[in-house]
């Protein structure tokens, strides 16, 4: 028997998961028979916390404010590196070996059902559980598997679209209206639009956005996979022409998160589309040429504002820590309305906590916030499902080729939808 669950988006009522076609084998670690997972439970003492490169400089103080009132309890930062791709291979090597070194990691929202089905996360239940009342719904949702929360959520992620105020005073609402405002681009001789599309999950993110925006899915409403309809086609279609004819520059083929960052920061695009963290740097680093001309708005769709991914992170507990207890203090303690608004105010990360979004301080320093807010609220989840590993690589490596014109658009799609078919069987 196989488990299949794909994560759906509902337009009104947010986030529904359901079970595609159940016969055995997949879940083994979220139901009993996980002999780590019951031990450890009141060991106290120093921990490890996992984390991609601390970007935005926000993990260290933190960590040397709970060290400082935790002697005993202290924690010890291992940064990786800024790519995703990376991120999740540490994250799995370590827990297939067991590690008890890796005692709580952060996890991105597209892992929560791989690491939960392996069993290598603690349920945060009964003496483990969490109040989450305060968060996000989408970010709770994306830290739970099966009805269980697997991991605290840690900082939200919706898209958002940069540009330069100074060169387009209004933004586009459509993505053909961004489309024809290139010619500003050409007229101050710099690239137009950049999102990320090297072959990695960001190129999933960008390109299910694409998608999304377009009025397509990747994913129907009962969680199948969607890729052969005429919306789906003219939203991946929408990225291999403005490839193709330039729009997006030939080097963003090769940008991840912070190579288009340091593009639009060095004043190389009029548009770029990234995550909320990018505005505390751009704004703040010296080198920045982009400070007092940055403008922030939802990403564009088809006749309006467009649909983006999803994305966030939310801290796991390894199921092999031997120190559980303080671990999910560390937890708590990421989740407070302090950590919160510090993660907010220090590095432009994306709350979890609801409130605070209309909290008037944070918004007088944060004036996107309700941008933000709105692009969360209407993100669309990447597939939910244990087999994502594979579910990733054929949106990746079909959206891919179609942007570099080595496969047609229609091809593309009818592969994406054949390999997300068999990859979401465990195939
Ligand atoms: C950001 C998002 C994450 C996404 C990743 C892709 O870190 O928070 O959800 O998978 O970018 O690069």
């Given at each position: 028997m196989k488990t299949r669950n794909f994560l759906l988006p509902v337009a009104t009522a947010g986030i529904l998961a359901i079970t595609l076609s159940a016969c055995g084998g997949g879940g083994g670690g979220t139901t009993g028979g996980n002999d780590a997972a019951s031990q450890g439970l009141d060991g106290r003492g120093p921990i490890t916390y996992v984390q991609g490169k601390d970007n935005s400089n926000v993990v260290r103080p933190l960590i040397e404010k709970w060290n400082a009132?935790?002697?005993?309890?202290?924690?010890?930062?291992?940064?990786?590196?800024?790519?995703?791709?990376?991120?999740?291979?540490?994250?799995?090597?370590?827990?297939?070996?067991?590690?008890?070194?890796?005692?709580?990691?952060?996890?991105?929202?597209?892992?929560?059902?791989?690491?939960?089905?392996?069993?290598?996360?603690?349920?945060?239940?009964?003496?483990?559980?969490?109040?989450?009342?305060?968060?996000?719904?989408?970010?709770?949702?994306?830290?739970?598997?099966?009805?269980?929360?697997?991991a605290a959520p840690e900082s939200s992620d919706g898209g958002i679209l940069y540009y330069r105020k100074d060169l387009v005073p209004t933004?586009?609402?459509?993505?053909?209206?961004?489309?024809?405002?290139?010619?500003?681009?050409?007229?101050?001789?710099?690239?137009?639009?950049?999102?990320?599309?090297?072959?990695?999950?960001?190129?999933?993110?960008?390109?299910?956005?694409?998608?999304?925006?377009?009025?397509?899915?990747?994913?129907?409403?009962?969680?199948?996979?969607?890729?052969?309809?005429?919306?789906?086609?003219?939203?991946?279609?929408?990225?291999?022409?403005?490839?193709?004819?330039?729009?997006?520059?030939?080097?963003?083929?090769?940008?991840?998160?912070?190579?288009?960052r340091q593009a639009f920061q060095d004043g190389k695009l009029l548009f770029l589309r990234n995550w909320p963290y990018v505005y505390n740097l751009a704004t703040t680093e010296g080198s920045s040429k982009v400070k007092n001309v940055l403008g922030m708005t939802a990403l564009p769709g088809k006749a309006g504002p467009g649909a983006s991914s999803l994305g966030g992170h939310s801290a796991g507990i390894s199921v092999y820590s031997k120190n559980k207890a303080t671990a999910v203090d560390f937890l708590k303690f990421l989740t407070t309305e302090e950590t919160q608004k510090f993660f907010a105010t220090q590095g432009s990360l994306a709350p979890v906590i609801g409130k605070l979004y209309d909290d008037k301080d944070l918004v007088a320093k944060l004036p996107y916030l309700p941008v933000l807010k709105t692009s969360i609220e209407n993100a669309v989840p990447r597939p939910v499902t244990p087999y994502y590993p594979a579910v990733t690589k054929a949106i990746q490596e079909n959206a891919y080729s179609a942007i570099k014109g080595e496969k047609t658009v229609d091809a593309a799609l009818s592969d994406m939808q054949k390999s997300i078919e068999s990859a979401s069987a465990g195939q």
């Open positions: 009132a935790h002697p005993n309890e202290k924690v010890t930062f291992k940064e990786q590196t800024d790519q995703a791709d990376q991120q999740h291979d540490d994250l799995v090597q370590h827990f297939q070996a067991k590690d008890p070194g890796y005692d709580v990691a952060s996890v991105d929202v597209v892992w929560t059902a791989e690491f939960a089905a392996k069993g290598w996360l603690q349920p945060l239940k009964d003496k483990m559980a969490l109040d989450t009342s305060a968060l996000l719904k989408p970010t709770v949702e994306a830290a739970s598997y099966k009805g269980t929360l697997f933004p586009p609402k459509t993505w053909d209206e961004m489309m024809s405002m290139c010619s500003v681009a050409k007229a101050h001789n710099i690239g137009c639009y950049s999102g990320q599309f090297k072959k990695y999950e960001g190129l999933t993110v960008n390109a299910s956005e694409a998608i999304n925006s377009a009025g397509g899915a990747v994913l129907d409403k009962d969680g199948k996979p969607s890729l052969n309809t005429p919306e789906a086609k003219a939203g991946l279609e929408n990225l291999a022409k403005a490839y193709a004819d330039g729009s997006i520059p030939k080097e963003a083929i090769t940008f991840q998160e912070e190579e288009s």
